[in-house]
């Protein structure tokens, strides 16, 4: 039982020891090849902060035109509240149910935009944090490959 277990620690460091020799070889294959990684990885990280930029325009595109919306309701609110009490003056009721129909469809257009434009600037801030991390990746990667080559 002895010599077997013996030989058994042999054969397992043995088979350990060429396994990290074999691992610690590396070959100008595998340098090739990691280099070639790198410049894609660097180009794919390019690639993503200019997506990113692009989105945050579009983004603010978007953050103006609500903007412009939630401008345009109040003031047709605004127009329904001076028509409300007019009618309400006059004692024209059926008017004045109109009024407050329209009055409340405007405050919800209002609020889905305001949620709009929060929703927009979730993005920006998200796109904008994007940014920062793909440039830092760039920045890395660019160091990673200065060292190799020193």
């Known amino acids: 039982m002895r010599r077997i277990g013996k030989v ?16 610690a070889q590396s070959t100008n294959a595998n340098r090739n090849a990691d280099a070639a990684h790198d410049r894609k990885d660097i180009r794919h990280d390019r690639r993503d902060i200019h997506k990113d930029r692009k989105d945050v325009r579009s ?14 309701e109040v003031r047709d609110e605004n127009k329904d509240r001076r028509e409300l009490r007019h009618d309400l003056a006059t004692g024209d009721k059926a008017d004045a149910r109109m009024e407050r129909k329209d009055i409340r469809r405007d405050q919800r257009d209002i609020n889905k935009d305001r949620r709009d434009i929060h929703g927009d600037r979730r993005d920006v801030r998200a796109d904008r944090k994007d940014i920062r991390h793909d440039r830092r990746d760039v920045n890395r990667d660019r160091k990673d490959k200065d060292d190799d080559k020193k």
């Open 8 to 23: 058994m620690f042999l054969i397992a460091t043995a088979t350990l020891g060429l396994s990290t020799l074999v691992s």
């Open 59 to 72: 983004d603010r595109k978007d953050i103006r035109a609500d903007r412009a919306d939630v401008r345009k």
